[in-house]
């Protein structure tokens, strides 16, 4: 035996030990584990060891620990809460020149922030995926209705082969608790989706996440969200092409 | 700025993890009060870090943070402890070679781990590289997949692998050894 053989040997004992075979694999160890005593052995170390390091003691955090953790991360928000009314009362000023508060400001940011972590991952995973639609189709005719069936609206599915964009499918992804639209299209070899969102989401800057870029637009009675990875001005040609095709239907 | 979002998803992702974020520093630092800094100081990052996160699985993201945690506070207090395996001199791989020799050769009975005291099998632990300890000590006490060691210590599966492999092979060696 070479060495390399026994290196893989190696690992593939530390796998079955780990449980991270497949069964096919475990059965096919199994089998020469018990024809081999030398693997045996290693297998009987490996075990051992584990029991030992198992059956160590842990000291346990001090009892006071979380106590004194939340006290530290809590500190810096109640001085921030508690403000004097006087305080209070001008930043209210303030936030009302402003045109909002800016508490307001805040977590609109970071409801938008959050949604589109989510659809650029929803975007990465179709991508990778061997197929990034639940229903493939090139024909609008056909990813309307598959919509319309699996959620409360469905949006416009403008088809924008013209503009070099081929619609590919649709699927749904879900964003919090809500399922939400998200139609496919083709661009050479890079894909782009499209998540139609409700209404009440507000229309993020267009931004890069990731290297994705993300841009977004209202139209009708949906937030639209394009996310790819092709050149932003490709994806403003895009999100155009879509708002003019939309408008059509 | 905070509002209480961010408190109450803190308490919901990391705390309950509390426990097992102070059993890896403590196995990472070496004692108990350096675990507990640095258990307060990847609090308070994950607290900064909790609003803008997309946390999907509470118990890897914690643990990431502390184990990045740890190893900022090694390399700023105990540079010496870590060891990269870039760094590792031809001497060191000699010596890990010896060890996976002697395994093949004249060597450790399971006995011979089964009887050493647990005193033994801990200093055994702390002895090893840091970047052999954190996964032994992400597999065997905090019981994670490859997957999720792959995760948490940012490093390819198959390095998380024969990292494991090479960490047991020093453990046996060196328990084997305590009583011949």
Redesign the interface.
């Given at each position: 035996m070479t060495p390399s053989v026994?290196h893989n040997d190696?690992?593939t004992l530390?796998?079955y030990c780990?449980g991270?075979l497949d069964a096919v694999a475990a059965g096919a160890f199994e089998q020469r584990l018990a024809a081999d005593p030398?693997l045996q052995?290693?297998y009987?170390?490996?075990?051992?060891?584990?029991?030992?390091?198992?059956?160590?003691?842990?000291?346990?955090?001090?009892s006071d620990?979380?106590a004194?953790?939340?006290a530290?991360?809590?500190a810096?928000?109640e001085r921030?809460?508690h403000w004097p009314w006087r305080a209070m009362a001008a930043c209210l000023v303030i936030g009302i020149l402003a045109g909002s508060t800016?508490?307001w400001l805040?977590?609109h940011d970071?409801l938008s922030?959050?949604t589109a972590?989510?659809i650029i991952?929803n975007h990465i995973r179709g991508a990778l995926a061997p197929q990034s639609f639940d229903v493939a189709s090139s024909d609008r005719h056909t990813i309307k209705p598959w919509f319309a069936a699996r959620v409360a609206e469905s949006p416009k599915v403008p088809d924008l082969a013209q503009a070099g964009f081929v619609l590919a499918g649709g699927r749904i992804d879900v964003i919090g608790q809500t399922p939400v639209p998200t139609i496919v299209y083709k661009h050479a070899a890079h894909i782009v989706s499209v998540t139609a969102l409700p209404q009440r989401e507000t229309v993020a800057p267009d931004t890069t996440i990731a290297g994705y870029h993300l841009r977004s637009w209202r139209d009708g009675g949906f937030v639209y969200v394009a996310v790819s990875d092709i050149p932003e001005s490709d994806l403003a040609a895009f999100a155009q092409a879509f708002i003019a095709e939309a408008r059509q239907l | 700025m905070r509002n209480s979002d961010d408190h109450a998803l803190f308490d919901e992702v990391f705390l309950p993890h509390l426990q097992e974020a102070y059993r890896l520093a403590r196995w990472l630092t070496g004692n108990a009060s350096d675990a507990e800094d640095v258990v307060q100081d990847a609090a308070m990052r994950a607290f900064r870090a909790i609003g803008a996160a997309d946390v999907i699985n509470p118990r890897a993201w914690s643990l990431t943070i502390v184990r990045n945690t740890a190893y900022s506070w090694l390399m700023k207090n105990r540079p010496k402890d870590v060891v990269f395996a870039e760094d590792l001199g031809d001497a060191d791989r000699r010596s890990l070679d010896h060890t996976a020799a002697e395994r093949h050769g004249a060597t450790p009975e399971d006995a011979a781990i089964l009887n050493a005291t647990a005193e033994e099998v801990r200093k055994a632990l702390a002895a090893l590289p840091a970047l052999f300890r954190e996964i032994v000590v992400l597999r065997e006490m905090h019981e994670l997949s490859y997957r999720e060691i792959a995760a948490v210590t940012n490093l390819p599966i198959g390095t998380v692998m024969s990292r494991l492999s090479r960490a047991r092979q020093l453990l046996i060696g060196a328990l084997g050894q305590v009583r011949p």
């Amino acid at each position: 035996m070479t060495p390399s053989v026994l290196h893989n040997d190696d690992l593939t004992l530390q796998a079955y030990c780990d449980g991270e075979l497949d069964a096919v694999a475990a059965g096919a160890f199994e089998q020469r584990l018990a024809a081999d005593p030398d693997l045996q052995r290693r297998y009987d170390q490996v075990l051992a060891l584990r029991a030992r390091l198992r059956g160590l003691s842990e000291d346990a955090p001090p009892s006071d620990l979380a106590a004194r953790i939340r006290a530290t991360a809590g500190a810096r928000a109640e001085r921030q809460h508690h403000w004097p009314w006087r305080a209070m009362a001008a930043c209210l000023v303030i936030g009302i020149l402003a045109g909002s508060t800016p508490m307001w400001l805040i977590q609109h940011d970071r409801l938008s922030d959050q949604t589109a972590s989510v659809i650029i991952g929803n975007h990465i995973r179709g991508a990778l995926a061997p197929q990034s639609f639940d229903v493939a189709s090139s024909d609008r005719h056909t990813i309307k209705p598959w919509f319309a069936a699996r959620v409360a609206e469905s949006p416009k599915v403008p088809d924008l082969a013209q503009a070099g964009f081929v619609l590919a499918g649709g699927r749904i992804d879900v964003i919090g608790q809500t399922p939400v639209p998200t139609i496919v299209y083709k661009h050479a070899a890079h894909i782009v989706s499209v998540t139609a969102l409700p209404q009440r989401e507000t229309v993020a800057p267009d931004t890069t996440i990731a290297g994705y870029h993300l841009r977004s637009w209202r139209d009708g009675g949906f937030v639209y969200v394009a996310v790819s990875d092709i050149p932003e001005s490709d994806l403003a040609a895009f999100a155009q092409a879509f708002i003019a095709e939309a408008r059509q239907l | 700025m905070r509002n209480s979002d961010d408190h109450a998803l803190f308490d919901e992702v990391f705390l309950p993890h509390l426990q097992e974020a102070y059993r890896l520093a403590r196995w990472l630092t070496g004692n108990a009060s350096d675990a507990e800094d640095v258990v307060q100081d990847a609090a308070m990052r994950a607290f900064r870090a909790i609003g803008a996160a997309d946390v999907i699985n509470p118990r890897a993201w914690s643990l990431t943070i502390v184990r990045n945690t740890a190893y900022s506070w090694l390399m700023k207090n105990r540079p010496k402890d870590v060891v990269f395996a870039e760094d590792l001199g031809d001497a060191d791989r000699r010596s890990l070679d010896h060890t996976a020799a002697e395994r093949h050769g004249a060597t450790p009975e399971d006995a011979a781990i089964l009887n050493a005291t647990a005193e033994e099998v801990r200093k055994a632990l702390a002895a090893l590289p840091a970047l052999f300890r954190e996964i032994v000590v992400l597999r065997e006490m905090h019981e994670l997949s490859y997957r999720e060691i792959a995760a948490v210590t940012n490093l390819p599966i198959g390095t998380v692998m024969s990292r494991l492999s090479r960490a047991r092979q020093l453990l046996i060696g060196a328990l084997g050894q305590v009583r011949p």
